[in-house]
């Protein structure tokens, strides 16, 4: 059964000013990196590459289809704030991610020492030059992140071309696979940072010709994406086609034809549209009371926070189908 989810906007909740937008608070990311480090040489230390495939959150950029100017019910710099704060949530879980890769790759070197050794680097993507230099500003008046990123600017006639060239230049700095993510999936598990790079290391160690990850998007694409240095793929014809076919699909044709094997984690929802924000909202404040009992759960509280401030809510239609399943019960 489908229902029209709705958002309702109680302005009596809002007070003068909306909650800031920090970088990154909880004081024990980014230690593990710089605790774990082993004195001891492993034989092959593979090279991985986080990338936020990413606009900058500039009003008229971002989330345009949440403006009111398209069906929307915010303002291009509401739209704009909103995306910001998932920007920073999405970084902030991927920092997460990685530093308990690296907890779990000091175990293994300890009691292994000639096991592999994993280096984990983030890079941000954007394009042009000078939205390269905003998205940096963007960080860095934050705050302090706990790690360093790495800024490049993306090139191309498409956005095919655009993400074909974020992943070149990473491989061609000797990274041995790239993973990456955007910045509007607020509801992104930490699991699949951490899945995604793993099954990329199965790959590199297990397979002639690498492999690909990925998580499905609700419409057909995909919210995360990766593969190996040794996959031979690309993005060409995926997302800019003129035959309809759904990025997902593409993918998938793509490892069939050059018989690269593929890992799929379960499917996350990026916001779009009102719907989409909706069923994130949601999701997000189910996370939050949810953490209470499980202490691993994500919570991105600063798109949260935002969502609070601004009074939404999310209802749907009375429902007055009674249901009453004679014929199942019967």
Known sequence: ???????ISDQTAKTAEPPAISAVQATNL????????STSSAPTTYKHALLMFSKPPLPGLVKTRLTRANGGIFSEEEAAELFHRSLFDVMELCLKAVDELE??????????PSAPRHEYHFFISTTPHSNVEIMRKTFEDAGDWPREFTYIMDSGANFDDHFDDAFSQIFSLGFDSVLSVGG???MLPYSHIINGFRWLQYFLEHSETGGLVQAPCQECGVSLIGWTRT?????QEVYYNMTGRPALDAYVQKCGENNVPMASLTPVADVDDVQDLAHAISLARS?????????DFYVPRRFLEW????????GTPPNED?????????
């Not at 969502?307 to 999310?314: A, I, Q, S, T």
């Open 307 to 314: 969502v609070d401030w601004r009074g939404l809510k999310v």
């Open 231 to 235: 996959a031979p793929m690309d993005h």
């Open 287 to 295: 996370a939050r009371y949810t953490q209470q009992f499980q202490s």
């Open 322 to 330: 009674r249901d009453s399943r004679e014929g199942i019960d019967a």
């Open 184 to 186: 509007d999936i607020p």
């Open 1 to 7: 059964m489908s229902v029209d989810t709705q958002l």
């Open 103 to 112: 907890a779990e790759d000091a175990l293994a070197l300890a009691a292994d």
């Open 30 to 37: 980014g230690v593990a990196m710089s605790e774990q480090k």
